[in-house]
């Protein structure tokens, strides 16, 4: 007969903590035991079913407990040929058995560990390529870091720069406050871009200039008998008839604007209304700041003008260009937002009466006043009728006067001057007479330059001129009033012209 016998030891069971630090270590050990016996069971059964097969099918499985406490299973065939084994012939069959067992038990373990080595360096192969793969993703975030501090560090460097270049600019200009860059009437001006700081409107489709300005006396420049035709004050009395500007009075305040929209406007009064609605003393006024300017304020006259009463407000078809309208024969003119187009309302019927593209003229900040806000295109009227003074590309940005027809804004008769645009504050028709303000902010400025449309000839003028609240973004001429209508930073005022 031919035993096999199995054995299992039974092991004392862990509990707590020593169980869970060994539970995978037991468990790696249970893999290699169990895969180590399925192949010993695997080559035992093999001889066992051998045997078997000659024994005529009488064999036994029985399981029991040795002395030492292990499980032994014993599998029992009974040879078909042998009663009883010989001693000396059963040992060696027994010690060649357990000699093939060594080496099939030595052939398991080399497999066996085998499979651990491949595991252990698949393992490593995948962990290395994860630590290249992180350290490539560091090299590159390390490498950004440096680009964005070296551009951080450039503008940096910039910045000072600038800050540097500013502090230079602010010194010079402390030691020198304005440099002298062109010469007209005995006026000292120098173009510059640059924002009021009073004015916070946060609305960029606006146009905003400043020129600074140095004064010469016009004593300098006028010869003695003029001087002394100029000295006297003005009279209460208003002059018949048109002549030459020979001085202007002081600014005399009607109304100050209440919120930011009147930075800039346009205020006026008919010196030949027509209809049955409105009078020479109606007053009529636009705030000139924001994008879409419609809003027509009427007054019954100057003391409800004053007290900020309107009686009417009229909503315009179209929407308004800047500080150039004027009010004219019943008719409100003005320049139609960004474009060149001329446009008549009817103050009676409210509606658009006619309309015109002014030829050639700049418009949008093309050539502006000194103080910019889109002022390129400025209407005006006069004892001899309707005028636009604007400019155009042929021109170069010196001043262009056209005389209109007041019905149709058709152009009669067109003139150019040698005086830039955006070299004065600003200008008014009187008498067929074309006059420059120097500046719009400097205090004490003068009218520095007068054309003629009936002889077309220019010439430097000084009449003194007060800016009293420093920036003046409207002037214009009612020659049934015999004054100048102007918007200062704010405030609505007028001067006595006195004509000689």
């Not at 010989?86 to 030595?106: C, I, Q």
């Not at 500013?166 to 007209?184: A, I």
């Amino acid at each position: 007969m031919l035993n096999v016998l199995l054995g299992f030891r039974h092991q004392p069971a862990l509990t707590g903590t020593d169980r869970q630090k060994t539970e995978k270590t037991e468990t790696d050990k249970a893999a290699i035991k169990t895969s180590k016996m399925l192949l010993l069971l695997f080559f035992l059964s093999l001889s066992c079913f051998a045997v078997f097969s000659q024994s005529q099918g009488q064999a036994y499985l029985s399981r029991s407990n040795d002395p030492n406490g292990r499980c032994v299973y014993s599998f029992t065939v009974a040879s078909p040929q042998e009663s009883s084994c010989p001693r000396g012939n059963a040992k060696s069959e027994m010690d060649e058995v357990l000699t093939r067992l060594t080496l099939l038990e030595a052939l398991v373990s080399q497999l066996t560990a085998r499979g651990e080595r491949g595991t252990a360096s698949g393992g490593l192969k995948h962990s290395e390529e994860n630590l290249q793969e992180a350290y490539a993703q560091v090299t590159r975030e390390r490498n950004q870091l440096q680009l964005d501090q070296e551009r951080l560090n450039a503008q940096v460097r910039k910045l000072q720069g600038t800050v540097a270049e500013l502090n230079r600019e602010t010194e010079r200009l402390r030691q020198r406050p304005c440099e002298q860059t062109h010469t007209s009437g005995g006026t000292l001006y120098e173009n510059r871009p640059l924002r009021d700081p009073g004015f916070h409107f946060e609305n960029t489709s606006y146009q905003e200039m400043k020129a600074k300005v140095k004064e010469v006396p016009a004593s300098r420049l006028l010869p003695e008998g003029i001087q002394r035709a100029s000295s006297p004050k003005l009279s209460p009395n208003i002059s018949s008839g048109c002549g030459k500007v020979l001085s202007v009075g002081d600014p005399v305040l009607h109304r100050k604007a209440d919120a930011i929209t009147g930075k800039y406007g346009v205020w006026l009064q008919d010196p030949d209304p027509r209809g049955p609605y409105y009078t020479n003393k109606t007053v009529w006024r636009i705030d000139s700041v924001g994008r879409e300017i419609r809003q027509l304020f009427v007054y019954e006259d100057m003391d409800q003008f004053s007290k900020g009463f309107p009686m009417k407000v009229l909503v315009l078809p179209e929407p308004v260009e800047s500080t150039g309208a004027t009010v004219y024969r019943g008719s409100l003119y003005y320049q139609r937002r960004r474009s060149r187009t001329l446009l008549r309302y009817n103050l009676t019927s409210e509606s658009l009466a006619s309309r015109l593209d002014l030829p050639h003229a700049g418009f949008h900040g093309q050539h502006p006043y000194s103080w910019g806000g889109y002022t390129d295109i400025d209407l005006a009227a006069d004892e001899q009728g309707l005028w636009v003074i604007y400019s155009t590309g042929k021109a170069k940005g010196a001043i262009v006067i056209s005389q209109l027809d007041p019905a149709s804004l058709e152009v009669r008769r067109s003139w150019e001057t040698k005086i830039r645009k955006n070299s004065v504050g600003n200008a008014f028709m009187v008498c067929g007479h074309l006059y420059t303000v120097a500046s719009y902010t400097t205090p004490n400025t003068t009218i520095n330059y007068m054309f003629d449309t009936a002889t077309s000839e220019g010439q430097a003028v000084a009449v003194p001129f007060v800016n009293k609240y420093r920036y003046n973004s409207m002037v214009d001429y009612n020659h049934a009033q015999r004054k100048l209508y102007a918007w200062d930073n704010f405030h609505m005022v007028t001067y006595d012209v006195r004509l000689g």
